[in-house]
């Protein structure tokens, strides 16, 4: 037993340094998880109807296109969407969207529709609308795997930019090239 007893500090050492190994992985894979990994790009955005969070009016995708649109997904409960959301509000980026005439959508994803609206009210709206997607299927469909994640659709109603995880300087250089490039 007391033989045993000695290797506890290597075992510890393996299983930390295994550990911190896999955690550089996937962080790094986390910040470029974006369009070069992404399937949807390229391809049209699904048929949907969901719901505007404050009227509960419907939305469909042609109310979309003739526009180049900016979807974020966040939940109210999403500390990370709180931190991407501070940078979305600052007037920097707003006018970086609003030179490229790119307009801002949000959908709330798994949410309670109170907490969403009592979050925006607390937080601010940068949105032009936020749209609930009740059943949860749509982002299902849109291949979400978790929040925050963009997507930015050009005019004809085409994926062209997905972004996994909170937006950043970087990823709004991309944003904004996919906007300056000509068809």
């Known amino acids: 037993m007391k033989r045993h007893i000695e290797f506890i500090p290597f075992i510890l050492f393996l299983f930390l340094a295994v550990g911190f190994t896999v955690h550089l992985y996937h962080r790094n894979a986390a910040e470029t998880a974006d369009e070069e990994n992404s399937p ?7 048929q949907f109807t969901l719901y505007t969070l404050k009227n509960n009016k419907s939305f469909r995708n042609e109310d979309l296109k003739g526009e180049y649109v900016f979807i974020n997904v966040f939940a109210s409960w999403c500390v990370t969407c709180l ?20 307009t801002l959508y949000a959908i709330n994803w798994s949410d309670k529709q109170a907490d969403a609206i009592n979050w925006l009210d607390k937080y601010g709206n940068p949105y032009k609308e936020v749209l609930l997607d009740k059943d949860n299927m749509f982002m299902v469909q849109m291949g979400l795997v978790g929040m925050p994640e963009s997507y930015l659709i050009n005019k004809k109603g085409v994926i062209i930019y997905h972004k996994r995880g909170a937006i950043t300087d970087a990823s709004m250089e991309k944003i904004m090239e996919k906007t300056s490039e000509k068809p």
């Open 40 to 46: 949807l790009v390229g391809t049209t955005i699904p």
């Open 83 to 102: 931190a991407e959301h501070a940078y979305l509000m600052d007037p920097k980026t707003q006018e970086k969207f609003k030179s490229h005439n790119i």
